[in-house]
């Protein structure tokens, strides 16, 4: 248990659907991140958030839509994916963004497939 | 960017055995973290070591920052050490150009 939460654990969904992954940090942190684990490729950093405000958006396509409603909860809106999306989406969380220098936490991930 | 490479890439051991995983970079760092991703995906931190060296339990792991690597040891291995190992670090600097950056990982098995 590392103190953050993804939801949900597993998501199926058509090309034409649209979903939502969920995360959630009770570690008191004010930084959240998500990346993107694909098969044989490094870990990709798609969106930092610190103090609920976008600090990065490293050139992710638009159907990836981020929210930061506070400094607990992040969720990716997901609309009109692609097949090569699929993939383990992480979140993440730290004491301020780790342009600073902090440890991060991850979540256990959300395993996603686009059928 | 940054380059990090880690090696090996994958490993096979037997249980009770010891190992050593490296991680190369290509610059300067003032962060660096290894991380162990179960068979379930979660990501787990196990050191925040820019430099010196730092042991918890059976691993522990030593960064020689002037030479830009870091080393992590396993001892004694056991079955639920298995997993991918990654390296992430960050060189010094201010926004996009100063993100955490992983490796490709170290795969191990650990078999009885």
């Known amino acids: 248990e590392t103190g953050v939460t993804q939801t949900p654990r597993h998501l199926v969904m058509g090309m034409t659907n649209k979903k939502s992954l969920k995360c959630e940090q009770h570690?008191?942190?004010?930084?959240m991140y998500w990346y993107k684990q694909s098969a044989k490729k490094p870990l990709e950093l798609m969106f930092v958030y610190s103090l609920e405000e976008r600090v990065e958006n490293n050139s992710v396509p638009s159907r990836f839509s981020p929210e930061c409603p506070n400094s607990s909860h992040l969720f990716l809106h997901l609309h009109t994916l692609q097949p090569e999306d699929s993939a383990l989406y992480l979140c993440?969380?730290?004491?301020?963004?780790?342009?600073?220098?902090?440890?991060?936490?991850f979540g256990e991930g959300s395993w996603l497939t686009v059928v | 960017g940054i380059q990090v490479e880690q090696s090996p890439p994958d490993l096979i051991l037997q249980e009770g055995a010891n190992s050593t995983l490296r991680c190369n970079f290509s610059?300067?760092?003032?962060?660096l973290q290894w991380f162990h991703q179960n068979p379930w995906g979660q990501l787990i931190n196990l050191f925040y070591?820019?430099?010196g060296t730092k042991q918890n339990g059976r691993l522990s792991a030593t960064t020689v920052a002037t030479e830009r690597y870091s080393l992590l040891y396993i001892s004694s291995s056991q079955t639920t050490d298995s997993g991918v190992y990654f390296c992430a670090v960050r060189s010094p600097g201010t926004g996009t150009a100063s993100k955490l950056t992983f490796g490709t990982g170290t795969r191990l098995q650990v078999t009885l």
């Open positions: 610059d300067s760092v003032n962060n």
């Open positions: 993440a969380s730290s004491q301020n963004d780790h342009f600073s220098g902090n440890t991060i936490y």
């Open positions: 570690l008191g942190h004010n930084a």
């Open positions: 070591i820019p430099s």
